[in-house]
């Protein structure tokens, strides 16, 4: 059974960092996976992607600020997350097992991100 848990969210200030982890089991080697977010009163939005294969796909939103990466010894997804703004703070998801760009099978619980100004 394939379960997800997400870890490092928090408060912080804007222009400051944040690093996200996210370990998976039921998992030899992590299929595509993806991090997303939702915001009060918004939409999930797709922030980074990456394949199987290494490669990345980001929001605009996020270009140049987040680094999506993994670690298939530990099973572990991360997000290093930059320069952060307001419009940043949400439930940050962990997703894998990628159907099609942004549609992902499994999901995590989620972890709070907090910026203030």
């Known amino acids: 059974q394939v379960q997800l848990v997400e870890s490092g969210g928090g408060s912080v200030r804007a222009g400051g960092s944040l690093r996200l982890s996210c370990t998976a089991s039921g998992y ?20 980074a992607e990456i394949y199987a294969t290494g490669t990345t796909s980001y929001a605009d939103s996020v270009k140049g600020r987040f680094i ?19 419009e940043d703070a949400a439930m940050y998801y962990c997703a ?18 907090i910026v203030s100004s």
């Open 28 to 47: 030899g080697s992590l299929p595509a996976m993806a991090w997303f977010r939702q915001a009060p009163g918004k939409e999930r939005e797709g922030v």
């Open 68 to 86: 999506i990466s993994k670690d298939n010894s530990k099973r572990t997804l991360y997000l290093q997350m930059n320069y952060l703004k307001p």
């Open 96 to 113: 894998a097992l990628r159907r099609r760009p942004w549609d992902y099978v499994y999901w995590g619980q989620g972890t709070q991100v």
